[in-house]
């Protein structure tokens, strides 16, 4: 739960949180903003949007849009929070199947992805916004080759 707090968001700010599903950064970053400001809630995944709403009830998360979304255009943010879809080598103690899943093709298909998230992203922050990327791997794939791909093309 530390990239809420990385991204440190403030009352009445703007902020966009990429693939928000299940909802724990959210409802934290709402409660951090008191409430205030506005906070687009995007997962592509449907299913999991269900989740996403019942944490956002649950922790009275008022200033929160949840939506569906593969592109969304035509806004700015203040912060994004990109908390990205990845192989998830780091949490292998507590679901070891992980393990059963990687390969090399994989986490290089999880980085393309990844750095067309940071794109799409990137084009939605304001002029002197902030964004938090992060991932549960420890893949130089899904890490390092993502930040490299963002300093020399964004």
């Not at 902020?15 to 951090?32: E, F, R």
């Not at 995944?45 to 269900?50: A, N, Q």
């Not at 080759?145 to 020399?152: H, L, M, P, R, W």
Request: aromatic content about 4%; proline content about 5%; some cysteine.
């Amino acid at each position: 739960m530390i990239h809420p707090v990385a991204l440190a968001p403030k009352e009445g700010e703007k902020i966009l949180d990429v693939c928000a599903a299940p909802g724990s950064k959210t409802t934290q970053m709402s409660a951090m903003m008191k409430n205030t400001g506005i906070i687009i809630a995007n997962d592509i995944v449907p299913s999991r949007l269900k989740v996403l709403e019942l944490n956002c009830q649950r922790c009275g998360a008022v200033n929160v849009i949840r939506t569906n979304m593969k592109y969304i255009t035509g806004f700015e943010f203040d912060k994004i929070l990109l908390d990205a879809p990845c192989s998830g080598i780091g949490t292998i103690r507590k679901s070891p199947k992980t393990i059963n899943m990687w390969n090399p093709k994989f986490a290089l298909k999880l980085s393309m992805q990844q750095k067309g998230l940071l794109k799409m992203a990137h084009s939605m922050l304001k002029d002197g916004g902030e964004m938090v990327y992060s991932t549960c791997t420890l893949e130089p794939e899904e890490n390092e080759a993502v930040i490299d791909y963002a300093i020399k093309e964004l």
